[in-house]
């Protein structure tokens, strides 16, 4: 029993008094653990509070819990080295691909159900979000990213205050990339989700996930400048980049993506932008 779920049982015990100090008795941690469980720090994200019997089996039931949420069909689950976790999104929701490395994300701190279940969150709000562009920034993946994130904030209060402290962790060491905006926003909006939620549940105004990306463009535009700032200098470090030496890998075929496939997107831009320099 998670520690959350733990505490409910005191609240709601015939004699709370008797039953937290027995629950104490048995479990000394529960209270600390209770407490430090939204911590996002290198410690408790990588040393303590792990669970140590999860199996394949598991990680197939927590997606599929994840796909329920979302009402979206289970995707295809297959482990591989190299990522964390990865979705491959595609247009037939039940031909989406999730990839992950349970090795991996053991290491970095996604390393009980927890943070298990937040992982696959963020993977499949991709498909959610298949076909949902929001334009509210130069570079749709980023918000994506965030939208993604968003959700996972918003779950970890819908779904009985879901431990985020791992998860936005793991999140907040990544660096800005072309795909991913800087980790400390990730974090960010993971803790804005979470009130967001709060918010709409406490109006009464929360009917559905929809409802949560509604929070999307005012954490936006408060952290335009920010988002601006940090795209300005991956893209300025991009093109300064040594041009890439081929490799054995075949290049991924963006031609032949769909239309709504978010790399191919950012290629066409991408492509465009070049062409404009070219004729300049
Ligand atoms: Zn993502």
Redesign the pocket.
Known sequence: MNVVDELKRIANAEDPTAAFHEAMERDPLLWVRFLRRHDANIIDALFLDKDYDIKDEDIKDTVKQVADFFELPVPIIKERAETIAEVITSDKAEECQLYYDWREMEKSGINNREALILACL??LA?QYLYKTRFLLFENELWI??LA?DLLVGAFSVLNGDVATGKYKFVASRQKATLT?PDGKLREEVVIYGRKYVENLLQQKRYQGIKDILTGLPAFVYSHYQELQESWDRVSLEDSAKEPVKPTERKPIDYESLPDTNLLKQYWLKHKDDKKTEDEK
Do not use: I, L
Request: proline fraction near 0%.
């Open positions: 963020h993977e991709h994506q990213e993604a991913h």
